[in-house]
């Protein structure tokens, strides 16, 4: 495996898992700026690894 194809693979699945840690924020509220910055850099995060990993074809059957 490439280095390429491992950071577009791991782009893919950051991308794909991550939307899991919006739970405990979204759960807990955004009640203040650092919650609201914490659940606007995951979705930063979120964005930037989806657009790595968008080419994974691992994901196609």
Sequence with gaps: MR???AV???GFWIGTLLP???LPV???GIDSVLTL???FGLVTVNVLAL???HEYSG???
């Design 3 to 5: 280095t390429d194809d």
């Design 8 to 10: 577009t693979a791991i």
């Design 20 to 22: 899991v840690a919006y």
């Design 26 to 28: 979204l759960l807990l």
């Design 37 to 39: 910055a914490a659940f």
């Design 51 to 53: 657009v790595v990993g």
């Design 59 to 61: 994901s196609r059957a």
